[in-house]
């Protein structure tokens, strides 16, 4: 019978090319091309119209059963493909748990950061909340507002980096006063401000022409030198032990009234005298003083009701004393020999 052969070559060349399949596309393809709605197979089944109804019965069951073999044989080779592609994935995917791992290292922070965190805790336990500002500022913050006007030679001491006339890289952190007493409004203020700063100095071993400063500002009724003072040295003996001595020595600024200088005995010879100190056996560690009554009164506080205290610490030099280092210009290399060594210290 001519339909019946035809089902015969059409299941077995079904069934050789699924067994060829290589993919799961591939027998997709090869179901919809034996089993489709244009395969061999509904050709036969559309004929069928055309027959006895006894040879429709026959060739209707066997065509259905010819569908029934192909779908099977394409379930089948889809399973032997998927578990020859799992297979594929455990052999080539298989960790060796045995190996030596990868090590990660372990960075450090940073003896400037370090310093920073070290010097918040001490002012915060004494009062303090942080504040910063921006470190590009503009000339009337920077200078202006703190009695420093245009032409003024104290400029010369810290020449920046302009961006404009009017907009500079900070030389200090000291506009952060200025903009701490105009947001506070007459209201006490009791800030720490660290910080990056700018200066056209020369790289030497203490010099950077960047480096960071925190600022410290009290204004309140009734602040005499005297708290300024305590304040000072309860610092110093907490961030560098009572070994190191301290000395305060008059000094120029034109924001503060009067103004003092702060010296810690040199932490590299004892301040008997080497090239760190420059044979002078101190190291300046802040400049400090009270707040000038023209600051007060630019930024809307009546010098004869409030006064105030304000310091600039420098973070780098207070980091080499507690440390010992040697040179400023290590904090900023990224060497990893010379950062190793704070590892582990709190
Ligand atoms: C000032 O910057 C003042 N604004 C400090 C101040 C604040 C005085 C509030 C009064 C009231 P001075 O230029 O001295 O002051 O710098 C303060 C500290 O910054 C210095 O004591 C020193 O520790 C550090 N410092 C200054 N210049 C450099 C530099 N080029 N590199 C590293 N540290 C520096």
């Known amino acids: ?20 399949a290589k993919n799961q596309n591939d027998l997709n393809d ?11 197979l509904s050709d036969i089944l559309k004929m069928m119209a055309n027959l006895a109804i006894e040879q429709k019965k026959i060739i209707g069951k066997k065509a259905n059963e010819v569908k029934t073999r192909i779908e099977e044989s394409i379930n089948a080779r889809r399973k032997e493909l998927e578990e020859a592609a799992i297979n594929y994935r455990l052999q080539n995917e298989r960790i060796d748990v045995s190996l030596p791992g990868k090590t990660f290292k372990v960075g450090t922070m940073h003896p400037l950061t370090r310093t920073i965190e070290e010097v918040e805790e001490i002012f915060m ?9 921006p470190e590009v500022e503009i000339d009337k913050f920077n200078f202006e507002m703190l009695n420093v006007p245009k032409g003024h030679p104290a400029r010369d001491m810290q020449d920046s980096f302009y961006i404009t006339e009017n907009y500079l890289m900070r030389t ?20 720490l401000a660290p910080g990056k700063v700018y200066r056209r100095d020369d790289d030497d071993a203490t010099h950077s022409h960047q480096f960071m400063q925190f600022e410290g500002l009290v204004v309140d009724k009734n602040i005499t030198m005297s708290d300024l003072k305590g304040t000072l040295e309860l610092f110093v003996k907490k961030m560098f032990g009572s070994s190191l001595k301290i ?9 503060t009234e009067p103004s003092v200088e702060v010296d810690v005995s040199c932490f590299k010879c004892g301040g008997s005298g080497c090239p760190i100190c420059k044979h002078s056996g101190w190291i300046e560690l802040l400049g400090a003083g009270m707040v000038h009554p023209n600051v007060l009164r630019e930024a809307g506080y009546d010098p004869e009701v409030y006064q105030g205290f304000a310091f600039g610490i420098g973070i780098e030099r207070a ?28």
Not at 30 to 40: A, C, D, N, V
Request: net charge positive; glycine share 8%; aromatic share 12%.
């Open 125 to 133: 336990g004494m009062g303090y909340s942080i504040a910063d500002g």
């Open 1 to 20: 019978m001519k339909e019946e052969e035809q089902l015969q070559l059409i299941e077995k060349d079904a069934l050789s090319k699924v067994n060829e």
């Open 172 to 191: 200090q952190t000291s506009p952060v006063q200025v903009r701490t007493l105009l947001k506070k409004k007459g209201e006490p203020v009791k800030i």
């Open 319 to 346: 980091t080499m004393m507690r440390h010992g280092i040697d040179d400023i210009r290590n904090f900023y290399l990224n060497d990893q020999r010379f950062l190793n060594q704070f590892k582990g210290e709190n």
């Open 247 to 255: 000395r305060f020595k008059p000094s120029y600024f034109p924001f």
């Open 30 to 40: 090869l179901r919809s091309f034996y089993t489709g709605k244009k395969s061999p």
